[in-house]
């Protein structure tokens, strides 16, 4: 196995469920649901925490901003034994009504540019999270009462290029919110046979030109949507890989 290069951990460090996140801040946070939490790597910022969470193993660890390197960070993630990996990020709001909190749960994640394309560079994937993994984060969302959302996302390479047009552009494609890591990671899954999904917390509305809420201001979200989709996470059979628990072969259909 390639030493890894960006979450220097060992093989036993790391659980086979891994919540991922952007913000430092957040994976602290996070860092503080669960039981014994131990710090297992922080080079180059990407903290990575390990401990238990209702009698499961539970790695939160930091993917950084935007498709490239949330690539890496997941990668070494399946190379020290994650067998499901979970974005809990944040997004800006496509649809009018949109409130900040209020989650998103992506259904897939297109992609124009990025990572994936050096990966497959003659194909074009469209990145899905493993239905498993989003039922379970729906229905323990719903058990919160938490608002959310169900459907497709757009992840952005460029945050400063989302302008009126590019958000015109995908809202009239029925997306209905953008981030910046989704489809990298949902792809890469794919690709390793490792399970997939995501949360996503609103925190800015591209329509309604409601500004972007930072760590501090969605902690109280966070808490929330984090303990929910623990429980979603620690729900999931991470030995199967689709419903028959085998990747298909050509033959098989």
């Known amino acids: 196995m390639p030493e890894p290069v960006f979450v220097r951990a060992k093989p036993g460090d790391v659980a086979e469920r891994a919540i991922v996140v952007g913000d ?63 974005r809990l990020g944040t997004t800006g709001a496509f649809l009018p009504g949109m409130r900040i909190g ?28 493993s239905f498993d993994v989003l039922r379970a984060t729906v229905e323990e969302l719903e058990r919160e009462n938490l608002k959310h959302y169900v459907g497709p996302v757009f992840s952005s390479d460029a945050f400063y290029a989302e302008d009126p047009e590019f958000v015109r552009k995908w809202v009239s494609r029925g997306y209905i919110s953008v981030e910046m890591e989704c489809a990298t990671i949902f792809g890469i899954c794919m690709m390793r ?4 999904g995501a949360a996503l917390l609103v925190s800015d509305n591209l329509v309604e030109h409601v500004p972007m809420h930072h760590a501090e201001e969605l902690r109280a979200h966070v808490e929330r949507v984090g303990r929910a989709v623990l429980r979603a996470i620690c729900r999931v059979d991470v030995g199967q890989v689709g419903q028959s628990g085998s990747r298909p072969t050509r033959e098989e259909g």
């Open 193 to 196: 046979g490792v399970k997939s």
């Open 24 to 86: 430092p801040a957040r994976a602290r946070q996070l860092a503080e649901l669960l039981e014994d939490p131990r710090l297992v790597n922080e080079s180059r910022g990407f903290l990575t925490y390990t401990g238990r969470f209702g009698g499961h193993r539970v790695t939160v660890a930091t993917h950084g901003v935007g498709g490239a390197s949330a690539a890496g960070v997941v990668e070494e993630l399946i190379m020290l034994g994650s067998r499901l990996i979970f």
């Open 102 to 129: 209020d989650v998103v749960v992506p259904t897939g994640a297109a992609y124009v540019s990025g990572p994936l394309l050096q990966y497959i560079p003659d194909a074009r994937i469209t990145p899905v999270p």
